[in-house]
């Protein structure tokens, strides 16, 4: 009998130590994970129905963010100064029935820096990149980012997207 007694003590004071080392290894990893300074504390998930989608049905993060549904920080260092954002279109002329390629500066220079493209991926010159849909579907030129982290090349519309009068 008094075995028993000593077995149970020992057993929820065993559970109560366990309990107590969770809540301090949650803790401390919490800290560690903690985001870097002048990150904000408060982030909130966004439900995906009210994102935005694009023709495909794809999240359309370009009007996510003119229609101020997402604000991604400028970078995750606070001194970082602004990115520029630049208003120039490139057309692309693609032979045959298939609309011409629109490339807008405006919106990627939103997400990225000018050195994100120029000039390892893009010499910064109108025409001057021998970029064919081939290449796309390899992974160079926009298939450095489309199919991957940016909206898929199955869309063809959204590239193709002049049509020839
Ligand atoms: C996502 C990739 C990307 C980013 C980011 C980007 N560009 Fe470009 N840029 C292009 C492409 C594509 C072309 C057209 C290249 C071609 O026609 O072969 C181009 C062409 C240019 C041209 C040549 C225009 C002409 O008429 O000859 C200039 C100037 C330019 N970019 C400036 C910038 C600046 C400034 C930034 C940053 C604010 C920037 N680009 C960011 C992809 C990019
Ligand atoms: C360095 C990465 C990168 C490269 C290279 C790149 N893009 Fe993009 N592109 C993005 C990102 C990021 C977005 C925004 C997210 C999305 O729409 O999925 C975007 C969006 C777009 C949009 C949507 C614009 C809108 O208003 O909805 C078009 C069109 C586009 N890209 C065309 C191109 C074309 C054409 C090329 C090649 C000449 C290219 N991109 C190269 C990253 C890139
Ligand atoms: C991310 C943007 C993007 C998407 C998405 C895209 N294309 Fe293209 N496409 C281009 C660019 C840029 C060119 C180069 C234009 C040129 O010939 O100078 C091109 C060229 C072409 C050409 C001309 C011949 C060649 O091989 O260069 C064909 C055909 C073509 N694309 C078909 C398609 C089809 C079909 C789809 C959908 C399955 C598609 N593209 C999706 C950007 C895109």
């Known amino acids: ?3 028993k007694w000593i077995h149970r003590t020992f057993f929820l ?4 130590f366990f309990g107590l080392l969770v809540f301090y290894l949650s803790t401390a990893y919490t800290q560690q994970n903690a985001p870097p300074q002048g990150v904000p504390q408060k982030q909130q998930a966004i439900p995906l129905q009210i994102l935005p989608k694009d023709n495909a049905g794809n999240v359309d993060w370009v009007k996510a963010l003119s229609q101020g549904i997402i604000k991604p920080l400028e970078s995750l260092d606070p001194d970082r100064p602004p990115t520029p954002v630049i208003d120039l279109d490139i057309v692309f002329k693609v032979k045959g029935e298939l609309p011409d390629v629109v490339y ?7 997400w ?3 050195s ?7 010499i910064m010159q109108a025409g001057a990149n021998k970029v064919t849909m081939k290449k796309i579907e390899e992974g160079q030129f926009c298939g450095r980012c489309h ?3 940016a909206f898929p090349l199955s869309n063809c519309t959204r590239c193709h ?3 020839k009068r």
């Open 147 to 149: 199919g991957i982290v």
């Open 104 to 110: 807008p500066h405006y919106p990627h220079t939103q």
């Open 116 to 122: 994100n493209c120029h000039p390892k991926i893009f």
């Open 13 to 16: 004071t065993a559970l109560l």
């Open 161 to 163: 997207s002049k049509p």
């Open 112 to 114: 990225l820096s000018c």
């Open 1 to 3: 009998m008094g075995t």
